[in-house]
């Protein structure tokens, strides 16, 4: 039931499975650096420092 590739299907199901490859360790190396980047932010709360725009006074 696999479709027709043709005369390269090597060539064809490589670029397959280095297209999933490479989306699969963007979607990796995105997951890890969101974890970081959210560590990071509660370190930076932790020691009481505070984003400019979250400032009380909005003319500040």
């Known amino acids: 039931m696999l479709p027709d ?3 390269h299907p090597g060539f064809i199901l ?3 499975a280095v297209s999933l490859v490479l989306i699969g360790g963007l979607i990796a190396w995105i997951r890890y ?3 970081h980047q959210k560590s990071l932010l509660a370190e930076l709360e932790a020691r009481r420092l505070r ?7 909005p003319k500040a």
């Open 5 to 7: 590739l043709g005369n």
């Open 14 to 16: 490589a670029s397959y």
């Open 51 to 57: 984003r400019r725009s979250a400032a009380k006074d």
């Open 33 to 35: 650096d969101f974890r």
